[in-house]
């Protein structure tokens, strides 16, 4: 059974810092992976979707890669603003030869940026 | 842009009343999904719904739940006899026909099973 495991669980930094958020699975056979974005009462935004053939995905300031074969995705955020703080979701889709399939969540990164 | 709708934002019931989550789909989209988020707890996977019928369902979709596209714009989840434990937060979510596409999800619905 795919675990997706998010480390840290929370993190706070000032305004301006660069950071990493990461994400472990332990099934290497993944058909794609998503970062979404959680903000609080509100429904995920997906940010960034990364295909098992690709190792990374970029959208402003945001990159994500992908280590398939380790288990494990990071996602970059440059020059973090305040407007960034919330909670960051990774999720796995599993190898599926139908056309759909449902997603494994961690439980998230909550993102705090000091002004 | 467009967006998916829930209705309602919140939901309050009593054990045993059957509820009916709403929701509206991007227009275009094809494959429609149910997940829920128990609080503090991970997204979890409940349904997908692909050409009028069930693609997969999680071991969460047991027979007290079923979902529905009763027209061309709605999707509904339905729990026939609500427990304690079927509180969260239930989020629509759909995608484009082709492979790949991200996933749109809804605001959420949160029940509340009293």
């Known amino acids: 059974k795919q675990e997706v495991t998010q480390i840290p669980a929370a993190l706070s930094v000032p305004e301006g810092e660069n950071l990493v958020l990461n994400c472990s699975f332990t099934d290497s056979a993944i058909y794609n992976l998503q970062w979404f974005r959680q903000d609080p009462g509100k429904g995920l935004t997906s940010l960034l979707l990364i295909q098992s053939s690709q190792r990374e995905q970029t959208s402003g300031r945001l990159n994500a890669s992908l280590d398939k074969s380790s288990g494990r995705s990071t996602l970059y955020i440059a020059a973090s603003q305040p407007g960034d703080s919330a909670t960051y979701l990774c999720a796995v889709r599993r190898r599926s030869g139908g056309g759909a399939d449902g997603l494994t969540f961690g439980k998230g990164t909550h993102l705090i940026i000091q002004p | 842009e467009p967006e998916v709708t829930q209705t309602p934002s919140h939901q309050v019931t009593q054990m045993g009343q059957e509820v009916i989550l709403r929701c509206v789909p991007i227009s275009n989209h094809l494959y429609f999904y149910w997940y829920r988020q128990i609080l503090g707890q991970k997204v979890e996977f409940l349904v997908s719904?692909?050409?009028?019928?069930?693609?997969?369902k999680s071991e969460i979709f047991d027979d007290q739940f079923s979902v529905e596209r009763p027209d061309g714009s709605n999707f509904t989840l339905k729990i026939r006899s609500t427990k304690l434990e079927d509180s969260a937060m239930y989020f629509c979510a759909s995608r484009k026909d082709r492979e790949g596409e991200k996933l749109f999800f809804g605001s959420g619905t949160q029940l509340s099973v009293l």
């Open positions: 719904f692909y050409n009028n019928e069930i693609s997969e």
